[in-house]
């Protein structure tokens, strides 16, 4: 199972990025999706989480309104949209999967993780 995250980078704060993160090797519309983040000297945190039928969304409060988690299955490939970037926001985001009920978002017990992406939001 590959886990490929892409989509960082440097930003001001106000704008966008769109992360993607590309799966293979697994039955992607089997999976429930998440997104995680690290800041330095932090732990990893829930971003945010999308069912496996694309149905229901999770978000940590800090992103809701803001952030736009979304999946297209023909591609394997869930996305977030990331806008009104805050400098708190700098970090390392990861995607993985989960095997899970159709209507299941879940913020924890991932089976699969992707390498990083860094985004970085300037004051």
């Known amino acids: 199972v590959q886990l490929q995250a892409s989509g960082g980078g440097l930003v001001q704060a106000g704008g966008s990025l769109r992360l993607s993160c590309a799966a293979s090797g697994l039955t992607f519309s089997s999976y429930a999706m998440g997104w995680f983040r690290q800041a330095p000297g932090k732990e990893r945190e829930f971003v945010a989480a999308?069912?496996?039928?694309?149905?229901?969304?999770d978000y940590t409060d800090s992103v809701k309104g803001r952030f736009t988690i979304s999946r297209d299955s023909a591609k394997s490939t869930v996305y977030l949209q990331m806008t009104s970037l805050k400098p708190e926001d700098t970090a390392v985001y990861y995607c993985a999967a989960r095997g899970a009920p159709p209507f299941m978002v879940v913020r924890g017990a991932y089976d699969y993780w992707g390498q990083g992406t860094q985004v970085t939001v300037s004051s």
């Open positions: 999308i069912s496996w039928r694309g149905s229901n969304t």
